[in-house]
């Protein structure tokens, strides 16, 4: 793990770019609060620009969690077909892309086609991981958690089958978090059991997205950006127990990358 903290440390001077930009396509009505969590925990990694593009009814909630955070909305009440365009746009502004934490009322269709479409490292979560196994994966990260990699499994039968057919890294949560790239499983050991609490899986969204687009790899990315929250986790924990919540992991983060 020194390896990636030094590549974390180098890797915007040799990528000949600032520390990135990063856009979200997340939130419902339901879940109005997941934009933020990835957005706050992007900008704690290091990322200096990032925009969350969400559905109407959640703006003022999204736009009101921080003044750091750029906020734009698609108009309609759940993500359509009519927001894939502006998507798209997002994707052209931005160094990494996250879709799908809180997205729970978009259209399966709406969301293979943005994926299909987005040109930059993307993160995919979520509800929108199952729509997304028909769009080219090669430049993806997928962030299940619990039962949301029975999709992959019904599809591919493994997720090793799964990254080395389409090329995908998968970074997945649990008791203990494991990154599967070409073929290969690692596991993530940083960690707490307090950090079963909601929240945790849009951190890690956030933190790799960051990390991707500062110029790392995907593979390199999802390992350290798990290292990267399991620490905050642990950080976080020793100050509040069981009580620790998503946005105590999320302001420790900027001690665990130093």
Do not use: C
């Amino acid at each position: 793990m020194a390896r990636l903290q030094q590549t974390l440390s180098n890797v915007s001077e040799e990528s000949g770019h600032d520390n990135g930009r990063v856009g979200i396509v997340a939130g419902s009505v339901a879940y109005p609060n997941q934009p933020a969590l990835v957005g706050r925990a992007a900008l704690r990694t290091g990322s200096d620009h990032v925009r969350a593009f969400v559905a109407e009814p959640i703006y003022e909630i999204v736009a009101g969690h921080s003044p750091n955070l750029l906020v734009d909305h698609y108009g309609d009440e759940a993500f359509s077909d009519g927001a894939v365009e502006r998507t798209v746009e997002v994707s052209e502004w931005a160094d990494a892309v996250v879709i799908g934490p809180g997205l729970v009322d978009a259209e399966p269709e709406a969301v293979r086609e943005a994926v299909e479409r987005i040109e930059v490292p993307t993160i995919i979560d979520a509800l929108a991981i199952e729509p997304a196994l028909e769009a080219d994966l090669s430049n993806a990260i997928l962030t299940p958690s619990g039962s949301e990699d029975d999709p992959i499994y019904e599809a591919y039968g493994s997720l090793e089958a799964f990254s080395e057919e389409t090329g995908a890294v998968i970074a997945l949560t649990g008791d203990v978090d494991e990154i599967v790239a070409e073929g290969e499983r690692i596991e993530n050991e940083t960690g707490t059991s307090a950090m079963t609490v909601a929240g945790t899986g849009d951190t890690l969204a956030g933190i790799v997205a960051s990390l991707l687009g500062q110029g790392m790899v995907r593979r390199e990315a999802a390992e350290l950006g798990a290292w990267i929250l399991g620490k905050s986790g642990e950080l976080a924990t020793a100050e509040y127990g069981s009580g620790v919540v998503a946005t105590d992991v999320i302001e420790r983060i900027p001690d665990t990358v130093r």
